[in-house]
């Protein structure tokens, strides 16, 4: 063989093994100590539903590289690659297009292969595509009360007279909001089915169009349609709610936005940019230099999800977030550099 024939079958080599079988970043046990992000996290999204390119018959094997995972604080996340291999040899992350769900939801919930901490304790998170299915064991170390971080670091310059302040509160209130369903209330795309008299804090996920915000779903609470048979992608889902999108267009107190609309608004100007990046290729370094200008009232995006920006630790780079995923709206938290990682765009409202 020729020395360009060489370099040519070289080069199809790595492209094969690069899209096809080698896991692209290493998964991490622990939540924000990754090296390396994962693919999961890289492409996690709750706004655009993904539709698997194959069918479960397709489906051979499923497999992860970790299947024990420790999460150090209630509020932070992992994001696990599960690997599924095609009847065609063809191996893939199968993460979004999986099944989620979690023995224990007060411990922890998951979705789309990302696993949220709710509390200190330890659960099974179980993610299923058709018959095959793999498990997780799920440790949470510690409850922090996340409310009460942002509400301590931000006390000293609350005022509620700011435009920033009513963005805050807006979001803050549809995270805090507690009611208790009269009927028995199926979560996003059937998760879970949450009875009466079980008290519930935050407005449901959903992506129909019955979009609320907080004075729309204290509505809808109130009208007979409201546990009425709803279907989305022909698994069961709550007739009123809203998504991170319009999670955030709500607190901005402006109209339906998606995150494919904010991120066109961020590179057209009509939402300004918090820090200095490039808004159609943003680099790292400028994502990391970027959150340190960050304030409440002010939003995370990519294309797929966003958050809103309740309060900000410069000096251990963390943000501490409001936002909408299955099943229910939460106050969250993330490193600077797991955001930068995803790609994730600070803006404001104006």
């Known amino acids: 063989m020729n020395k360009s024939k060489k370099i040519g079958a ?26 390396e992000i ?55 992350v199968i993460s979004g297009y999986m099944n989620w769900e979690s023995a224990n939801p007060a411990v922890a919930t998951a979705y789309a292969g990302r696993i949220i901490a709710e509390a200190a304790g330890t659960t099974t998170v179980t993610a299923s595509y058709g018959d ?58 059937g998760a879970n089915t949450w009875y009466p008299g079980t008290v519930r804090t935050g407005i449901p996920y959903s992506q129909t169009t019955n979009q609320t915000n ?3 779903f204290q509505s809808a609470l109130k009208k007979s349609d409201f546990y009425d048979e709803y279907y989305y992608d022909g698994k069961r889902a709550p007739k009123y709610g809203n998504d991170c999108s319009g999670f955030v267009s709500f607190a901005f107190d402006i109209g339906r936005n998606t995150t494919s609309s904010f991120v066109s608004g961020i590179k057209s100007g009509k939402f300004p940019k918090v820090g200095s990046y490039n808004a159609s290729s943003p680099s790292h370094s400028d994502l990391m230099s970027s959150y340190r200008s960050l304030r409440k009232g002010d939003a995370l995006v990519k294309k797929g999800h966003c958050f809103l920006v309740a309060s900000v630790d410069v000096n251990n780079q963390r943000v501490y ?30």
């Open 321 to 350: 977030v409001y936002e909408q995923t299955p099943p229910i709206c939460i106050a969250t938290s993330h490193s600077f550099s797991s955001l930068a990682n995803s790609g994730y765009m600070p803006f404001a409202k104006n």
């Open 132 to 189: 095959s299915s793999v498990s997780f064991s799920v440790t949470v170390n510690n409850t922090v009360d996340i409310m009460a971080i942002i509400a301590q670091k931000d006390a000293s310059t609350r005022t509620s007279a700011s435009e920033r302040d009513k963005i805050e509160t807006r979001g803050r209130n549809m995270v805090v909001y507690t009611w208790q369903p009269t009927k028995a209330f199926v979560t996003w795309k």
């Open 38 to 92: 994962t693919y999961t996290e890289l492409n996690f999204n709750t706004e655009d539903e993904l539709v698997a390119p194959f069918t479960a018959d397709e489906l051979s094997s499923i497999s992860c590289a970790d299947t024990s995972f420790i999460i150090k604080n209630s509020g932070e996340s992992v994001y696990v690659d599960v690997y599924g291999r095609l009847t065609n040899d063809e191996s893939l």
């Open 10 to 35: 070289s080069i199809l080599a790595l492209i094969f093994l690069f899209n096809l079988t080698v896991p692209i970043y290493a998964t991490s046990s622990t939540a924000d100590s990754k090296s």
């Open 214 to 216: 907080l004075a729309a």
